[in-house]
């Protein structure tokens, strides 16, 4: 039986024939009173082993990164794969499988979605806004708040700056971004909302290229003050022109 005498362990003669051969170990704690002792070369040799497995995760890591910084006109099913090494398409495949990526489409009649991370992989929104409605009633500017709506219109520098002092740690956070539009106006919206409206109105373009905002936002069954927010962001990001006043077209 082995004895443990301040830091040494004393093994039976017939113990310490068990471990002949080894000269580092590791006691490992496994349930209650129960302690494993693991030969440091068997965990060198099992090592590969886990880098492989390490291997894998690193390229569906990959792909979810591409997922989150890729034009959305290049996420496209069929256009996305064509970026990809065997590997990350191997990685796709398990990923859809999981449940982690999944193809969002606006609705059945179109015949292809894009690629998008699942909700919890980013930021998980709760709760519909009112501008969520294609019939949400147009209210003057400062009526528009973050809790009801899911954005701000402000007006005037300084009024900016005083949002962007109250909301600074939601925008350092990256749960809010902004941004002054070519009317004058900042808006600040919520990054979750942004970002699944940004993707609505990429499928939308996709099957049309070429609509109306009011058009546009019937489509996305979204107010067409958000609708309007959403195409500022696209046009910033070069995604979106507007050829002329309220007539959009996406760029591939």
């Known amino acids: 039986m082995a004895k443990l005498e301040g830091n040494k362990l004393v093994l039976s003669k017939d113990e310490t024939e068990l471990l002949r051969g080894t ?15 693991m030969d440091q070369k068997m965990v060198c040799e099992i090592a590969p082993i886990k880098k492989a497995e390490e291997i ?17 006109s290049n996420l496209v099913e069929g256009k996305f794969e064509e970026q990809l090494n065997e590997k990350q398409k191997k990685a796709l495949i398990q990923l859809l499988r999981d449940g982690k990526v999944f193809v969002f489409k606006l609705n059945e009649s179109y015949k292809k979605g894009v690629y998008r991370v699942k909700e919890e992989e980013t930021s998980k929104r709760e709760g519909k806004k ?11 500017s400062e009526e528009y708040t973050i809790e009801e709506d899911g ?9 900016a700056y005083n949002a962007s002092q109250h909301f600074l740690m939601q925008i350092k956070e990256g749960t809010l971004r902004g941004i002054k539009s070519f009317d004058g106006n900042y808006y600040l919206i919520q990054t979750t909302l942004l970002t699944d409206y940004m993707t609505r109105v990429a499928l939308a373009l996709s099957a ?11 489509n996305i069954k979204a107010s067409k003050q958000l609708t309007k927010i959403i195409c500022e962001f696209l046009k910033e990001e070069g995604q979106l022109l507007e050829k002329k006043k309220g007539l959009y077209q996406y760029i591939n």
């Not at 954005?151 to 009024?159: A, S, Y």
């Open 23 to 37: 000269s580092e170990m590791e006691i490992i704690p496994n349930k209650k009173g129960i302690f494993l002792l």
């Open 56 to 72: 894998l995760d690193e390229e569906s890591q990959q792909v979810i990164g591409l997922i989150e910084k890729e034009k959305l």
């Open 130 to 140: 009112e501008s969520e409605d294609f019939f949400a009633k147009e209210k003057p």
């Open 151 to 159: 954005f701000l219109i402000i007006q005037g520098k300084e009024n």
């Open 208 to 218: 049309k290229n070429n609509q109306s905002a009011e058009e546009l936002a019937q």
